[in-house]
């Protein structure tokens, strides 16, 4: 089975053409494609907007530098792990310094997407010939929704940044926060009207879509107001969205889309596969069953490629996110998880036990479907003690490599191999989806945008979710979404911006101290080498530093981050973290 994917192969003068670099090499050549004769029709205008995806992938080379990665460790459920060199997930966990020019590839591929969306909206209309209306208008779709949300993650991270909409060559300042999210509310607001109001999934897999925006809209909508203490979201061309507005494009993502809840939330994850399964005795205990990546479940997603080899361009078409969070090679055996990796981002101890201990979750099958406790599942792995660090003995199952015997030969190799043809390679042979929005969410987002009203199956989003676990309805209060959002959604790059939104950050990163762990086979228990608040209040409200760079080569106009002068502490490795 051939994986589909969103990635076409761009050619490579096309690649050159929307690059971050726009010049040429002064030679004529009438045969390639430029800007006085790209695009030209609707082959073209699919090349074009294909380019604007690729750029998804290209932080994935250096997972400390992409986003899912940021807001995933930094949250109160993950440590930093891996091993003393893996000061970037280190310094995202602690709101540390980790390199000098930390966070350049995440400032650099996020504004190549945005340049790409720019040249596409500045050029589509020289196509005439479309084989429909709606084919524009999809594209149109989108390429608004792919600059809105390239927009959107460097907002989280950095918080005010330049707003560049035009291909011209400026410096522009930073914008305020209220700039940069009028910007994105407006070209989601574009994505949603331009959206043809196709199902799931008749426009394709892959693609963005006006269900995608309506549902980012509501997710950029909660954290705006929530985090900036405000009612409203503008809009750049004036005016405002109101919460309503946003309750009705979730209720047409809802009812109209498509898409739906798959059958058992474990089935989304690639541990459930079918050759994998034939061997994982919780898999055949559980009778589960992979909805592969695409499914009626998985909104929006960065997807990945299985074409195999080393330079540049292919090395970003594989997940390393996968690889950083896979357990450490040792010679024990650790089926059905593979033993590639960097084992970063170790599952705090709090997570486990407030998951175990709470009277509404008895029996939640996702908490076993979410985290393996090493000791329980895999007993023959006793981890890489010369190496691993911050090791709860608790590991994260969504996003890991998983493996599947060869019952002919007898070799184990990554289950992906057998899916998709990829290689057996720690890397190139990871090509797992990063689910960026899934239709859960969206219930979620409905039902504390609500206050519980009913929408999906008689149910609200809330108790529509935990139908899916096999759990009793529950009443609606903002406590109880809080809980859902951190199981359903665990490990998924929500929990740290779900906390700075409510304002729990103080609260819920107690849970990382006190952590029994491991740091090169020797025991202690976890704890901040800095103040954790302090930073936090330092940096805005945990935003990240301004790559060097940036501030140097504007000569300021692009001015750095509070709380990240030349004193800024230091993630340096060498982890005495022990009470």
Not at 153 to 178: C, H, M, S, Y
Not at 265 to 273: F, V
Request: charged share 25%.
């Amino acid at each position: 089975m051939k994986k589909n994917i969103i990635f076409y192969m761009v050619s490579a003068l096309c690649v050159m053409l929307l690059g971050s670099c726009e010049s040429f090499l002064d030679i004529e050549n009438l045969k390639a494609k430029n800007s006085a004769n790209f695009p030209v029709d609707e082959a073209d205008a699919n090349q074009m907007v294909a380019s604007i995806y690729a750029v998804m992938n290209r932080n994935l080379a250096d997972p400390e530098e992409d986003p899912f990665f940021i807001f995933d460790i930094a949250s109160d459920d993950r440590l930093g792990g891996g091993s003393q060199s893996n000061i970037g997930a280190q310094g995202v966990d602690r709101l540390m310094n980790a390199y000098i020019d930390w966070m350049e590839p995440l400032w650099k591929e996020r504004y190549r997407g945005i340049h790409r969306a720019n040249f596409a909206l500045e050029n589509i209309d020289r196509i005439t010939n479309w084989s429909s209306e709606s084919k524009k208008d999809q594209l149109l779709c989108e390429i608004y929704f792919l600059r809105a949300w390239y927009f959107f993650n460097l907002a989280q991270v950095f918080n005010g940044v330049p707003i560049k909409i035009t291909t011209e060559p400026v410096v522009n300042p930073r914008a305020t926060p209220d700039e940069v999210y009028a910007q994105i509310a407006s070209d989601l607001k574009k994505a949603i009207d331009y959206g043809p109001a196709v199902k799931y999934p008749l426009f394709g897999d892959g693609h963005a879509s006006r269900w995608t925006a309506e549902g980012m809209m509501a997710r950029v909508w909660l954290f705006y107001t929530g985090f900036y203490g405000k009612s409203e979201l503008p809009l750049a061309e004036g005016g405002s969205i109101g919460k309503a507005q946003v309750v009705t494009w979730l209720e047409d993502c809802i009812q109209n889309s498509g898409y739906a809840l798959v059958s058992d939330q474990r089935n989304l994850w690639p541990y459930t596969n079918p050759y994998t399964a034939k061997d994982y005795q919780y898999d055949i205990d559980n009778n589960l069953n992979w909805e592969t990546d695409e499914n009626i479940e998985n909104m929006f997603a960065v997807k990945m490629s299985n074409k195999e080899g080393w330079s540049a361009d292919e090395q970003l078409r594989h997940n390393r996110i996968v690889e950083f969070y896979g357990l450490r090679k040792t010679t024990a055996d650790a089926f059905p998880f593979s033993v590639q990796g960097y084992s970063n981002g170790p599952v705090c101890e709090k997570l486990w036990t407030d998951w175990a201990a709470d009277p509404d979750y008895a029996g939640d099958y996702r908490r076993i479907g979410s985290i393996c406790d090493r000791a329980v599942e895999i007993p023959n792995y006793k981890g890489d003690k010369a190496k691993e660090v911050e090791n709860t003995n608790l590991l994260a199952k969504k996003y890991i490599g998983c493996e599947a015997y060869d019952h002919e030969t007898g070799k184990r190799m990554l289950s992906y191999g057998y899916f998709y043809g990829s290689a057996d390679n720690r890397q190139t042979g990871l090509t797992q989806s990063l689910v960026w929005l899934r239709f859960a969410d969206v219930l979620l987002m409905h039902a504390e945008l609500t206050d519980g009203k009913v929408i999906y199956n008689g149910k609200n989003g809330l108790n529509a979710v935990r139908e899916r676990a096999k759990l009793p309805d529950i009443p609606y209060t903002l406590a109880n979404l809080k809980k859902e959002r951190r199981y359903e959604l665990c490990f998924e790059a929500l929990r740290w911006n779900d906390l700075r939104r409510w304002g729990d950050v103080e609260e819920k990163v107690k849970n990382q101290v006190g952590n029994h762990i491991l740091n090169q086979g020797v025991e202690g228990e976890y704890a901040f080498t800095n103040d954790f608040m302090e930073r936090y209040r330092a940096t805005g409200g945990g935003f990240f530093k301004i790559p060097e760079c940036e501030v140097t080569l504007t000569e300021g106009v692009v001015e750095q981050n509070p709380g990240w002068d030349n004193n800024t502490t230091w993630a340096k490795g060498d982890l005495p973290y022990f009470k």
